[in-house]
């Protein structure tokens, strides 16, 4: 890169900084929502909550549900069909 080029672009380097940052985060968020073992661990979290009887069965269900749906949809992300 030469001296010209370099204090053309030496203004942006703060802009890029920052997108490159945004970036690492967003893939980061992006790794954690798409990992079946937190979902699988709120699962297993939600069978206690019934079991010690904080939520009722209805509860349990919906959110299971829930929780199930997003399984579906990590399997989905990771065979590329999203």
Do not use: N
Not at 48 to 66: Q, S, W
Request: hydrophobic share 40%; glycine share 4%; charged share 40%.
């Amino acid at each position: 890169m030469g001296l010209l080029e370099k204090l053309i672009t030496s203004p942006l380097l703060p802009v890029r900084t920052v997108v490159w940052v945004a970036q690492r985060v967003a893939d980061r968020a992006e790794a954690e929502y798409y990992d079946p073992a937190s979902v699988r661990a709120e699962l297993a979290e939600l069978e206690h909550r019934l079991a010690d009887g904080e939520i009722d069965e209805e509860t349990f269900e919906r959110e299971e549900d829930l929780l199930i749906e997003r399984l579906m949809e990590i399997d989905r992300y990771r065979r590329g069909d999203l």
